[in-house]
Nanobody, 122 residues
Framework: QVQLAESGGGLVQAGGSLRLSCAAS????????RAWFRQAPGRERVFVGG????????EYSDSVKGRFTIYRDNAKNMVYLQMNSLKPEDTAVYYC???????????????WGQGTQVTVSS
């Protein structure tokens, strides 16, 4: 069974940092792009950033550019989201996803995790 599982969410004060992890099991995703999305209460799920299969190319939404960093370890089948300078508006459930290429739309990804809550207090 193919699974993606996020971890590392929690409560943090504004200005703080968190690192989210996404573990893959059931198959290897070394040739897949990986991405992070987030969904705030009452809002749609939106693209946060993505990384190509090799890790040499990343994309970020304007709202997180310069604060968040995505990186991956293909040997461990893992992808990470390092979040710095967190703001209350970063509060959301964060999801990892896997698909053929990095795109900003949900439909591009065939594999999803269950999500992890990130709450940033002011």
């Amino acid at each position: 069974q193919v699974q993606l599982a996020e971890s590392g969410g929690g409560l943090v004060q504004a200005g703080g940092s968190l690192r989210l992890s996404c573990a893959a099991s059931g198959r290897t995703f070394g040739s897949y792009a990986r991405a992070w999305f987030r969904q705030a209460p009452g809002r749609e799920r939106v693209f946060v950033g993505g990384i190509n299969w090799s890790g040499r190319s990343t994309e970020y939404s304007d709202s997180v550019k310069g604060r968040f960093t995505i990186y991956r370890d293909n040997a461990k089948n893992m992808v990470y989201l390092q979040m710095n300078s967190l703001k209350p508006e970063d509060t959301a459930v964060y999801y990892c996803a896997a698909g053929p290429v990095v795109e900003g739309t949900e439909g591009a990804y065939g594999y999803w995790g269950q999500g992890t809550q990130v709450t940033v207090s002011s």
